[in-house]
């Protein structure tokens, strides 16, 4: 059994009008007028192929499929449809469109299953609009609570409680199904899988991700009448810190990864010695206690190499390392094998949606290979050979999990 590739290809190119940034890019965020307009596709699809779809409190999207009655076990497929700013039209919509397609397919062939399905597209997963990002999964999942989800502002002020009337209601859906596991396709991201000729990441963990905020002091001094030795310059100390942190992750990378990608002046005028520079810094481990220590070696480069005092470090956010199903992985293995696909394991260096429904029941996912590795761009692209390899994948992990699951919980 198959999917039709050329259906779900039109499916990736007809959707990709909602959003529509350039040529090949998608602005959708959400509750935006794309994202809403993506969001009533999702509805008349699943409906025109007999699912019933529901939303919950914070706009979640659910189809139900080959349900019985509201008690039979449930195998969850989802992911998300919102993008970043300029981003690209596979991150996400792949996963819910070839969930779609496995639907499809099960219905072309009248293949019965003893599980229902549920497709799912979760709100607000990448937080490009709305903090915290995973949002609707960590919601549904008991995560997060119901007043930060509908309080979050977006930078023009706009509640996510305003902005999306009419496209959640007043009930939970997650709680009231009987899920046995859940199953997310995605891009790689990444160019390992391209790099390797590997078919099919089979992800066996997520990275933790911790984030920082490092505020350097100085003093704002007039740039053209201060000499350099008169001068505390806070970004100075900043750009030093860079270097030496860099360091540490290039002695220490197969451990850990980081970026300081973001940066704030103050005043941030080009003719006065910088008063304040503050860096944001995103550190990313499968190692908790590398995680752990992120703050310790940040004060340490800061008082024993930089010899600076005047500076504050404080941790905004932390996520563990999540580790997937052994049941999940080793049905994936299986499964591409069966199909004559190649496969390797994978960590992702990137969350998703797959890492709070992990803390809740058997949870895996697929990857496959992305152009360059690129993503979160305009220029995001897969090969159509790579969508098929992955809901090929998915539909024949959901055909070997209908027949085994159940004796995980027996």
């Known amino acids: 059994m198959h999917i039709n590739i050329q259906r779900l290809w039109d499916d990736l ?30 509805t008349t699809t699943c409906r025109n192929l007999g699912g019933i779809v529901r939303t919950d409190r914070v706009g979640n999207q659910y189809a139900r499929f080959f349900s019985l009655n509201d008690q039979q076990s449930t195998i969850l497929v989802g992911s998300h449809l919102d993008t970043q700013p300029n981003g690209g039209r596979f991150d996400g919509i792949l996963g819910v469109l070839a969930g779609i397609e496995v639907i499809r397919t099960f219905m072309d062939k009248q293949h019965t299953l003893k599980h229902a399905i549920e497709i799912i597209n979760w ?23 119901l007043n930060t989800v509908l309080q979050s502002k977006d930078k023009d002020g706009y509640l ?21 596991c859940y199953l997310e396709l995605h891009i790689e991201q990444g160019p390992v899988l391209e790099k390797e000729k590997i078919n099919i990441g089979v992800v066996t963990s997520i990275t933790g991700i911790s984030w920082f905020s490092i505020r350097f002091f100085g003093k704002a001094r007039h740039a053209g009448t201060t000499p350099l030795n008169y001068r505390n310059d806070a970004f100075i100390k900043a750009a030093k810190f860079t270097i030496e942190f860099q360091k540490y992750l290039i002695e220490n990378s197969d451990n850990i990864i980081g970026t300081i990608g973001k940066i704030e002046n103050i005043p941030n005028t080009p003719n006065t010695v910088p008063e304040e520079t503050i860096l944001y810094i995103d550190v990313r481990s499968a190692n908790e206690e590398y995680l752990n220590n992120v703050a ?44 004559g696909l190649t496969g390797r394991h994978i960590v992702s260096g990137a969350g998703h949606d797959a890492l709070q429904l992990a803390k809740q029941i058997p949870t895996g996912m697929i990857f496959v290979p992305c152009e360059d590795g690129i993503s979160h761009n305009v220029n995001e692209n897969i090969l159509k050979e790579y969508a098929e390899n992955g809901a090929n994948s998915l539909l024949k992990t959901i055909l070997n999990l209908d027949e085994t699951i159940d004796e995980y919980y027996n």
């Open 13 to 42: 190119s007809s959707t990709a009008q909602f959003g529509k940034v350039q040529e090949t890019g998608l602005t959708r965020l959400t509750f935006d007028q794309s994202d809403k307009k993506i969001r009533e596709w999702f």
């Open 123 to 145: 709100t607000n997963e990448e937080g490009a609009r709305f903090y915290p990002p995973m949002m609707g999964s960590a919601y549904a999942c008991g995560h997060l609570d």
């Open 160 to 180: 996510l409680r305003n902005v999306s009337e009419g496209f959640r209601s007043d009930s939970d859906v997650l709680t009231t199904i009987k899920p046995s």
């Open 296 to 339: 310790s070696v940040i004060e340490k480069i800061i008082r024993l190499k930089l010899r600076v005092n005047d500076f504050e470090v404080k941790k905004i956010s932390s996520i563990s390392p999540t580790n997937f199903s052994s049941l999940l992985i080793s049905t994936i293995d299986k499964s591409i094998q069966e199909i």
